[in-house]
T-cell receptor
Framework: ETGVTQSPTHLIKTRGQQVTLRCSSQSGHNTVSWYQQALGQGPQFIFQYYREEENGRGNFPPRFSGLQFPNYSSELNVNALELDDSALYLC?????????????FGPGTRLTVL | AQKVTQAQTEISVVEKEDVTLDCVYETRDTTYYLFWYKQPPSGELVFLIRRNSFDEQNEISGRYSWNFQKSTSSFNFTITASQVVDSAVYFCALSGVDNDMRFGAGTRLTVKP
């Protein structure tokens, strides 16, 4: 286990609703990255938070937003859910910003949008 | 733009066979990092290796080995004497100076007893 936890494990929502996913980073890590992994595909980078500020964003619309708290845990919020938002959402924590720093992934939250 | 291509969608081998997973990447960055991750059915991505663009030495770790060739933009992964526990989806990933880690589509490896 990596020490990165995510909640909830599974979630079912209906189209148009809003959802909040949570991630607790590994001790000593101040960077959290979020990824969306659709079925049968590789993870896609959503955004990254470093010391409570967004530091980089992938090709996702503004209805995907996030927060990082002083303890470096993080939330991913998705508004106006669409069917295509159904996916496994992974968070990863690391120490600092350098790409060389290993990212430790959590087990993911599986979101189903009906 | 950065891109990772894993042309093999699925591979099936019998236990003890050697298997190579291919990874081809594209990037304009001169400094970049390549990764391999394993994703078992539980879903959690397990880090296997990281290689920076200035280090083309091949690496061996037990039954795992990696062949990095900048000339062909490839970073292939070989499992020697495969075991049933190696069954998983394997992802190759690329990270440049913008910290935007790009993953390939993955290769599903099935090792049959």
């Amino acid at each position: 286990e990596t020490g990165v936890t995510q909640s909830p494990t599974h979630l079912i929502k209906t189209r148009g609703q809003q959802v909040t996913l949570r991630c607790s980073s590994q001790s000593g890590h101040n960077t959290v990255s979020w990824y969306q992994q659709a079925l049968g595909q590789g993870p896609q980078f959503i955004f990254q938070y470093y010391r409570e500020e967004e530091n980089g964003r992938g090709n996702f619309p503004p209805r995907f937003s996030g927060l990082q708290f002083p303890n470096y845990s993080s939330e991913l919020n998705v508004n106006a859910l669409e069917l295509d938002d159904s996916a496994l959402y992974l968070c990863a924590s690391s120490r600092g910003l350098e790409p060389v720093n290993e990212q430790f992934f959590g087990p993911g939250t599986r979101l189903t949008v009906l | 733009a950065q891109k990772v291509t894993q042309a093999q969608t699925e591979i099936s081998v019998v236990e003890k066979e050697d298997v190579t997973l291919d990874c081809v990447y594209e990037t304009r960055d001169t400094t970049y990092y390549l990764f391999w991750y394993k994703q078992p059915p539980s879903g959690e991505l397990v880090f296997l290796i990281r290689r920076n663009s200035f280090d083309e030495q091949n690496e061996i770790s037990g039954r795992y080995s990696w062949n990095f060739q900048k000339s062909t933009s490839s970073f292939n992964f070989t499992i020697t004497a495969s075991q049933v526990v190696d069954s998983a989806v394997y992802f190759c990933a690329l990270s440049g100076v913008d910290n935007d880690m790009r993953f390939g589509a993955g290769t599903r490896l099935t090792v049959k007893p």
